[in-house]
């Protein structure tokens, strides 16, 4: 067990459960396309984002398992009586706890994915019923918010990373300046940190694999780490797109959709874009 300080200040308690989650079967309960969630939500007026108070807390343990979560201190030993973070299961028990909650509501007027959930509206009116339905939902199952991670009645606000807003998704500002930040990679293992963080932003990111191709190079196996010309272009490049990444919109089905593809000898990247008067607006990047 080891006690870990939370950036509120308070402390969080860590058990290793990598024995127990071995032995556990795995619940394969699927977890919502943050895709279809992203696409169910911006694009509305008015939103409140919701977390829960130590969500998994809030759901006990079945008696005859309580013992399985034993873990030993220095005095005695405890079992938890409600369900631990850490298990290899729950959040997918979470989720279905969720979805068995909000089935009426779930992509009528709030998306989830696991403790995260966000309230979407277009008027204030709609917003303050729709908040009251899932408020009478939450008291029904003896449910708890968290009030120092939640925001009402706001613009937009972060969702799993994203922000989310009236005129689409934006690029996480924080994910965006971390790599602007970044000095170029010394070594293997910084390149491929470097990769990860991309790989959460790709979507606003057009052709990023051209423009990053000859750092990806570097990441093949017969490869020996060699940061060139070419490699401090790309990343300087990179950076240029980072610093005003698009935001992209939400699919309006009586316009037409268009694809544009782009093929070279390093990759294949395509945008989806939207049509309006005139004027075409990002769906999504891949390459």
């Not at 619940?27 to 919502?32: E, G, Q, V």
Request: net charge positive; hydrophobic share 40%.
């Amino acid at each position: 067990v080891v006690l870990v300080k939370k950036a509120n200040g308070k402390w969080g308690m860590c058990t290793d459960y990598t024995d127990l989650n071995k032995a556990c079967p795995k619940d394969a309960y699927p977890l919502p396309c943050i895709d279809r969630l992203f696409d169910g939500a911006y694009g509305h007026s008015i939103f409140s984002f919701l977390d829960a108070y130590s969500g998994y807390n809030q759901i006990r343990m079945h008696p005859g398992d309580e013992e399985k979560t034993a873990f030993i201190t220095e005095s005695a030993n405890f079992c938890y009586k409600v369900m631990p973070f850490g298990l290899k299961n729950a959040g997918a028990t979470y989720q279905r706890l969720m979805d068995k909650v909000f089935q009426g509501q779930i992509g009528r007027n709030i998306e989830i994915y696991v403790d995260d959930m966000v309230v979407k509206s277009n008027s204030l009116a709609e917003h303050l019923a729709d908040l009251a339905e899932i408020f009478g939902e939450l008291r029904k199952h003896n449910m708890r918010l968290n009030p120092e991670k939640c925001t009402f009645g706001v613009k937009g606000g972060k969702f799993l990373g994203f922000i989310l807003s009236a005129r689409g998704i934006e690029a996480n500002r924080d994910k965006c300046q971390a790599v602007l930040d970044m000095r170029r990679p010394n070594n293997l293992k910084e390149l491929q940190r470097l990769s990860g963080q991309l790989v959460a932003l790709s979507r606003f990111l057009p052709r990023l694999g051209d423009k990053i191709s000859p750092m990806t190079k570097l990441l093949r196996k017969a490869s020996t780490f060699s940061w060139n010309e070419q490699c401090k272009a790309a990343f300087a490049t990179l950076k240029t797109t980072l610093a005003t990444p698009p935001t992209l919109t939400k699919p309006d089905p009586p316009s037409p959709l268009l694809v544009y593809l782009v093929v070279s000898e390093e990759a294949i990247s395509s945008v989806l874009v939207q049509e309006k008067e005139g004027t075409q607006a990002p769906i999504y990047f891949v390459s």
